[in-house]
């Protein structure tokens, strides 16, 4: 199974300020083939179900406000918050979809008010 | 509007039997790919199993921890889909979501609804 690692584990940033979250996979999630990262980050905030935000590593889901944004290849990825707000609060997943059906996420990130 | 809707969790004993269901709405449930993921307790999400639409096969798709244990089936006559739980073990403990697989841009893999989700504890 491609393992995810996501870091850190929980951070905390102003309102207003830029949160950034790592993501790393054991082996290269990008497809050569078409040139496409097979990399999804997700969005669950407290008592809620987890919300798709983005997918192909870079490409929001609709509706996601243009703040957060996705970055990386290979085996590092970043997701941005760029000016937190209030509802952002939440923890964030990144999942690989490369091995699908054996889809894999990673442990979290807890974003927190500082 | 997608909406997926659990029910069937509860409290069990290891060794027991159980069986979720996941009504199915808003969308065309017969063409769709479906997913069950789950969270134990404070922690991340773990994938279940998956499986595919009628007229791409109908076949299922397991993890490890839950292969041999766990069967996937769909009425499609109903818009539901169901987890069949045997064998259950205290690790088997979580809430469990019903998912769809790529319904919106057809990308195998990417889980874009999620249902709220039922929860199972296994307990003695």
């Known amino acids: 199974d491609i393992v995810m690692t996501q870091s850190p584990d929980s951070l905390a940033v102003s309102l207003g300020e830029r949160a950034t979250l790592n993501c790393k996979s054991s082996?290269?999630?990008?497809?050569?083939?078409?040139?496409?990262?097979?990399l999804a980050w997700y969005q669950q905030r407290p008592g809620q179900p987890p919300k798709l935000l983005i997918y192909?590593?870079?490409t929001r889901e609709s509706g996601v406000p243009d703040r957060f944004s996705g970055s990386g290849s290979g085996t590092d990825f970043t997701l941005t918050i760029s000016g937190l707000q209030a509802e952002d609060v939440a923890i964030y997943y990144c999942?690989?979809?490369?091995?699908?059906?054996?889809?894999?996420f990673g442990g979290g990130t807890k974003v927190e008010i500082k | 509007e997608v909406q997926l809707v659990e029910s069937g969790g509860g409290l069990v004993k290891p060794g027991d039997s159980l069986r979720l269901s996941c009504a199915a709405s808003?969308?065309?449930?017969?063409?769709?790919?479906m997913n069950w993921v789950r969270q134990a307790p404070g922690k991340g999400l773990e994938w279940v199993g998956r499986?595919?639409?009628?007229?791409?096969?109908?076949?299922?798709d397991y993890a490890a921890p839950v292969k041999g244990r766990f069967t996937i089936s769909r009425d499609d006559s109903k818009n539901t889909l169901y987890l069949q739980m045997n064998s259950l073990k205290t690790e088997d403990t979580a809430l469990y979501y019903c998912?769809?697989?790529?319904?919106?841009?057809?990308?195998?893999?990417?889980?874009?609804?999620w249902g709220q989700g039922t929860l199972v504890t296994v307990s003695s």
């Open positions: 499986i595919k639409s009628k007229g791409e096969g109908g076949t299922t």
């Open positions: 998912a769809t697989d790529g319904v919106m841009y057809v990308i195998r893999g990417v889980v874009d609804f």
């Open positions: 808003g969308f065309t449930f017969s063409n769709a790919w």
């Open positions: 082996q290269s999630v990008l497809y050569t083939s078409n040139n496409k990262n097979y």
């Open positions: 999942q690989q979809y490369y091995s699908t059906p054996s889809v894999t």
């Open positions: 192909w590593a870079s």
